[in-house]
């Protein structure tokens, strides 16, 4: 310390260097502390809570084995099994391109309108046996019934030498539904009384009615029904029939139509 002409201790430089100095250490650790709190702020926020429930994603997986893939012909698409999700058809092919596996996801909406899309995450997967599955993902949209995938997905004598299991090929995809616009539901057949005028048996069950034609009933499996039953009591009289159900009793009524 050095003292003033009115005899007042002043501090040297070197103490006010090391006041600023511990100064600025503390406004370093307060703004850590401070840094710290707002990123537990931001990990807190992001735990759900528990009264509320999470958003159900669209995703499912198609999964299918193609045989005898060494005998796949050139240019010609192999199909696997048709799967409804979401009210759409979906399903996948494999091709033999020119040295390569062309590999594709193919969609069709149950009810489209004349305009719709479904906007897509797709994973494709050819399955090692090793254990060393080739995996490529594409983000894409559908606007039409077509297949959407890789015309090269992987190189053909690969495929064979290290993924074929006794000339079998296993497959698997995930598809992630982003958005969907313009897909309606499949139609339902209706037995209401709007059917009144173009049936001919008349089905009460439980106070319910249901107007049905003949044709319309070949087309349905009545468990536990006998047809020549069922005939019987749709041209003469009416009659209850009792049909025990998995554990409980419903009770039906036949009528012929006569309007």
Same mark, same amino acid.
């Given at each position: ?11 040297? @430089? #070197? &103490? *006010?260097?090391? /006041? !600023? ?8 650790? %307060?703004? $850590? ?21 999470? @958003? #159900? &994603? *669209?995703?499912? /997986? !198609? ?8 005998? %796949?012909? $050139? ?185």
């Amino acid at each position: 310390m050095a003292n003033n002409e009115k005899g007042d201790t002043v501090p040297e @430089k #070197s &103490e *006010k260097i090391e /006041v !600023l100095e511990e100064l600025n250490s503390h406004k370093r650790k %307060f703004d $850590e502390i401070a840094e710290k709190l707002q990123s537990m702020e931001k990990s807190i926020a992001k735990i759900p809570k528990f009264d509320e429930k999470p @958003k #159900s &994603e *669209k995703r499912f /997986v !198609l999964r299918h084995v193609f045989r005898k893939v060494d005998e %796949f012909e $050139e240019g010609v698409g192999y199909f696997s099994e048709t799967e409804c999700h979401f009210n759409v058809n979906w399903c996948m092919y494999v091709k033999r391109n020119n040295g390569h596996l062309g590999y594709y996801i193919h969609c069709e909406p149950i009810a489209p309108t004349d305009k719709w899309s479904i906007r897509t995450k797709l994973e494709y997967k050819v399955v090692g046996k090793n254990q060393n599955d080739v995996i490529r993902t594409w983000e894409t949209c559908y606007e039409e019934n077509i297949g959407r995938g890789f015309i090269d997905f992987q190189e053909w004598e690969e495929m064979k030498k290290w993924y074929l299991l006794d000339g079998n090929l296993t497959v698997a995809a995930t598809i992630t539904i982003i958005k969907t616009t313009g897909l309606g539901k499949a139609k339902i057949r209706k037995f209401d009384e709007s059917q009144k005028d173009v049936s001919d048996v008349l089905l009460v069950v439980q106070d319910t009615k249901f107007y049905v034609s003949k044709t319309s009933i070949s087309d349905v499996s009545l468990s536990g029904i006998d047809s020549d039953v069922f005939w019987k009591c749709s041209t003469e009289n009416p009659l209850s029939m009792i049909q025990q159900s998995k554990g409980f009793c419903t009770s039906a009524i036949c009528m012929p139509h006569r309007w």
